[in-house]
């Protein structure tokens, strides 16, 4: 929590000196909003773990998923409901603090309407059924690549640009910014701070969102139908 807070610090100072540079003001986003916009995203980043553990690859590597697929339950479904409780925790200690924290410290954009608190609440909740998904689908790589290091690396490197934890979207240019919301990175960080600071349809936001996490989550039960067929123990 504290590394979060001190990457915290430096983003904002880095976006602010951008914004005073640009007169304050850069497409949708103030200090308040560009504030609001660190303090979130840095408490998100933990809640929906965008760079999570490869406990999975792991176990394919190791063969000990067979263990798993023996298991009457479907192994997707139970790494879900693994993860939403590990969220539970992560929403006390890594969404919660940050947030406090920029609020109390720094000027902060808060919503103008009361339903945009409950609305952020489910939007940040499809946006963790959206990166399981991502991370679910990178893990079970492994069943055809048997070491997916690469792989996991290029989503370390390149997600945060993609899902808007870097810079906000909106600081892209158009072209850019239409390619990306046709993509399903933006839901994961940039569409639940959208909802938040009221930047966009909410209706449409959350349709977007709700659309690449059935679309994400039908991908992965497929691969893992594929995968099944292809168990290749390694090791013990």
Known sequence: MTTNVVFGLLRVAVLVAALKAA???????????????VWIGQGLLGFVLLWGTNELAERVRSGDVVVDLYRPWNLQGAL????????GYALMTRLVPP????MVLFPFQF???????????LSALIALVISFGFRFLIDISSFWLLDNRGLYGFWNVSSGLLCGLTVPISFFP????????????PAILQAPIDVFLGHGNPARILALQAF????????GQFALSRAVRKVVLQGG
């Not at 007169?23 to 916009?37: L, M, R, S």
């Not at 879900?80 to 969220?87: N, Q, T, Y």
């Not at 945009?116 to 609440?121: D, E, N, R, V």
């Not at 690449?212 to 039908?218: E, R, S």
């Open 23 to 37: 007169n304050g003001e850069i497409a949708d986003y103030d200090v308040a909003a560009a504030n609001t916009y």
């Open 80 to 87: 879900l409901a693994e993860d939403v409780g590990r969220s």
């Open 99 to 102: 947030m406090v924290f920029g």
């Open 111 to 121: 919503p103008q309407n009361a339903v945009q608190w409950p609305l952020f609440a």
């Open 174 to 185: 158009e072209w850019a910014r239409e390619v990306l919301w046709l993509t399903p990175f």
């Open 212 to 219: 690449w996490a059935v679309a994400i989550i039908a991908i």
